[in-house]
């Protein structure tokens, strides 16, 4: 699709001056400052386009909205979303997330984990997500057949969704694992997933397990991504394990640690510390405030610890640092909604991050820097990389945090999803066709697992 665009606001590149667009064939070719008094193009505004007209429509007036890239969840769980219908969590904790989990996920069939995936994936599309990188399942205790059956579902949702946007798979590894286990496991990798996951730190051997991952990272050559010390315990640390493990095995840029909640609960000096072996290490770094705000501390009288990571002095310790959703409807986590704009709201007020810079640092833990973690080329609002970004109703940060403007326009892998001029929930009819198709499959009806029957919420 061939598309320009004037009156742009672009408060990553600068907040002074408005910008003209220029997209051939799906690729930016001409990002061009307005001068002041700059004679315009006949255009249309933004309020007045429809998809309809858009191949015919030579220029659009954002009218001064402001352009970001397509937003990088660089966490997710995609194949756990709305299960809560099938899935309880009376305590609310973790560990019972994990155990409830665990021992209903053999009775999912591959049809409703893919379903799960695709509902979840198109629900963070409409908001402005463009690429996501999810964790899946790999309840390899239950069997082979149980852990290969969700990778088996990613891989086709992946497949499914991407002529509209970009999914990466990291199995979880699991932990105590036996020859029979890494067999199975080499399996999977060689299925066609993009990396490793796994939670080393609910291991009782989590250096052993540590290693492995490494060792299988190395030998397909994937990068690593783990959830961290998801702890209020000050006293562990398998960060300081795996940073060791990135220096040692030539690593630097690969490795991925997420949560980092224990780093919450420890003494500035012993943070401090940790946080200066993972800059040496070159490890990267996600933070999931909505999800950390609602585990963690469960177990404390006040004061009550949340569990956030130190956000701002990760940051500030040059390491890049994402704010990603994690867990949607889930277990894990009862609400959620895989808008990103809202996590970052949610990790503005855990970390503090009210002043002007700290809104545009969140915009780019958001953006750019989850773009870094992926690894993904070709990102950003720059002549040559792919077109993928999402128009808000807003002209400045100050009113992107305040307001989250519901009315966004995305703009994904060379076309048009969503808009809210749009009479149809998405432009493309096989975008609609899938979101028809997962949304009764997956609903927030209450499911009985044993019979698949639907129970009255009542």
Excluded at 219 to 227: E, G, S, V, Y
Excluded at 247 to 266: I, P, Q
């Amino acid at each position: 699709m061939n598309l320009d665009l004037v009156n742009v606001r672009l408060p990553m590149r600068d907040e002074e001056h408005l910008y003209q667009l220029s997209v051939r064939d799906g690729i930016w070719t001409r990002i061009h400052r307005q001068e002041a008094g700059a004679v315009l193009p006949d255009s249309i505004s933004m309020e007045a386009w429809s998809p309809g007209n858009a191949e015919d429509m030579a220029v659009i007036d954002l009218e001064g909205k402001i352009l970001l890239p397509g937003f990088v969840d660089s966490h997710m769980h995609l194949d756990k979303s709305f299960s809560l219908t099938s899935v309880e969590n009376i305590s609310g904790t973790l560990e019972e997330a994990v155990r409830n989990y665990s021992q209903a996920s053999p009775a999912f069939t591959k049809e409703e984990i893919k379903s799960r995936i695709v509902r979840s994936a198109l629900q963070a599309l409409s908001f402005g997500t463009t690429h996501i990188r999810t964790h899946l399942d790999f309840n390899l205790r239950a069997s082979r057949e149980v852990a290969l059956r969700t990778v088996e579902a990613a891989l086709e949702a992946k497949a499914m969704l991407a002529p509209f946007m970009t999914l990466q798979l990291f199995p979880m590894v699991p932990y105590n694992l036996d020859s029979l286990d890494i067999g199975v496991i080499e399996e999977a990798l060689r299925m066609g997933v993009d990396g490793i996951g796994g939670a080393p730190h609910l291991s009782l051997t989590a250096q052993e397990d540590i290693d492995r991952i490494f060792g299988l990272a190395k030998k397909f050559d994937l990068p690593i991504d783990l959830h961290c010390d998801e702890t209020d315990d000050p006293q562990m640390r398998t960060v300081e394990h795996i940073a060791l493990r990135t220096k040692a095995e030539g690593y630097a840029g690969r490795v991925t640690v997420d949560h980092l909640c224990a780093l919450a609960s420890m003494t500035d000096a012993d943070a401090h510390g940790i946080i200066e072996r993972m800059t040496e290490a070159g490890l990267k770094a996600v933070s999931l405030p909505a999800v950390n705000l609602y585990l963690q501390g469960r177990r404390d009288r006040f004061p009550v610890r949340r569990g956030v990571t130190r956000l701002q002095e990760i940051w500030q310790a040059g390491i890049p640092i994402a704010v990603a959703s994690d867990n949607i409807h889930d277990p894990f986590h009862p609400f959620g909604r895989g808008d990103l704009l809202q996590i970052a709201l949610i990790g503005s007020y855990a970390a503090h991050m009210g002043r002007p810079a700290d809104l545009r640092t969140l915009l780019r833990m958001m953006t750019d820097v989850p773009a870094t973690v992926l690894g993904l080329t070709e990102y950003g609002i720059e002549p040559g990389n792919q077109a993928n970004f999402v128009i808000l109703d807003g002209g400045s940060p100050e009113e992107l945090f305040t307001l989250l403007p519901e009315r966004r326009w995305v703009f994904s892998q060379g076309g048009w999803r969503r808009s809210p001029s749009s009479k149809a929930q998405w432009h493309d009819k096989e975008l609609s066709a899938f979101w028809k198709n997962a949304s009764e499959t997956v609903s927030f009806r209450k499911q009985e697992l044993a019979r698949g029957s639907v129970v009255s919420d009542g």
